[in-house]
């Protein structure tokens, strides 16, 4: 059974850098067509892609974002890691993980974690 | 970028009549290994999304079979055949041909 839970801070101050954390089980990220994907959802809107990272350690970012966003992965503690710099208030959002295989299901984000919601205020 | 659009935005549905949702997308989502990079989510409240639909018309494990898709190239619908109580939410389609898009978001509430 894959499971992805995600964890942080629920609070950061406007300019500070936002550090969440992944933790999965049910899969391993070493696997062949294997990844993990980040996408958030600011309070009554709708859903917006952020990062992505491949088994391969390959990496995709959102375009209007990758400046501000590094991706990374601890395959031996089973953990994705998405640091956002800059943090403003635009950015108060749920912020999910999603588990993505590019084979099964035709890439979808299969199982998603139950979100994480973070504020940016002063 | 790829746009998605759906329309309508919200549906207001009486339990066991048919409700439709459809999905545009600004280019095509038929990629040269045959596959079409287009999926169905529902997020019910206070929930993350649950997958629905994959690649077009296929259903996710354990999503009823009141629920199916269609379309092609650019142009996707969701179809709920009657329905029910529970599939109140918010219906998102996405693509990943091109990185990934979500929709705006489709309302669904019970009449």
């Known amino acids: 059974q894959i499971t992805l839970k995600e964890s942080g801070p629920t609070l950061v101050k406007p300019t500070q850098t936002l550090t969440l954390t992944c933790t999965f089980s049910?899969?391993?990220?070493?696997?062949?067509?294997?990844?993990v994907g980040w996408i958030r959802q600011p309070p009554g809107k709708a859903l917006e892609w952020l990062a992505f990272?491949?088994?391969?350690?390959?990496?995709r970012y959102s375009p209007s974002l990758k400046s501000r966003l590094t991706i990374t992965k601890d395959t031996s503690k089973n953990q994705v890691v998405l640091t956002m710099t800059n943090m403003d208030p635009v950015d108060t959002a749920t912020y999910y993980c999603?588990?993505?295989?590019?084979?099964?299901?035709?890439?979808?984000?299969?199982?998603w974690g139950q979100g994480t919601m973070v504020t940016v205020s002063s | 970028d790829i746009v998605m659009t759906q329309t309508p935005l919200s549906l207001s549905v009486t339990p066991g009549q048919p409700a439709s949702i459809s999905c545009k997308s600004s280019?095509?989502?038929?990629?040269?290994?045959?596959?079409?990079?287009l999926y169905w989510y529902l997020q019910k409240p206070g929930q993350p999304p649950q997958l629905l639909i994959y690649?077009?018309?296929n259903r996710f494990s354990g999503v009823p079979d009141r629920f199916s898709g269609s379309g092609s190239g650019t142009d996707f619908t969701l179809k709920i055949s009657r329905v029910e109580a529970e599939d109140v939410g918010v219906y998102y389609c996405?693509?990943?041909?091109?990185?990934?898009?979500f929709g705006p978001g489709t309302k669904v509430d019970i009449k």
């Open positions: 990272i491949y088994w391969n350690d390959d990496k």
């Open positions: 999603a588990h993505r295989h590019l084979i099964v299901v035709v890439g979808a984000f299969d199982i």
């Open positions: 996405m693509q990943s041909i091109q990185s990934f898009t």
């Open positions: 690649e077009v018309s």
């Open positions: 280019q095509s989502l038929l990629h040269s290994d045959g596959k079409t990079y």
């Open positions: 049910g899969f391993s990220l070493s696997t062949s067509g294997v990844g």
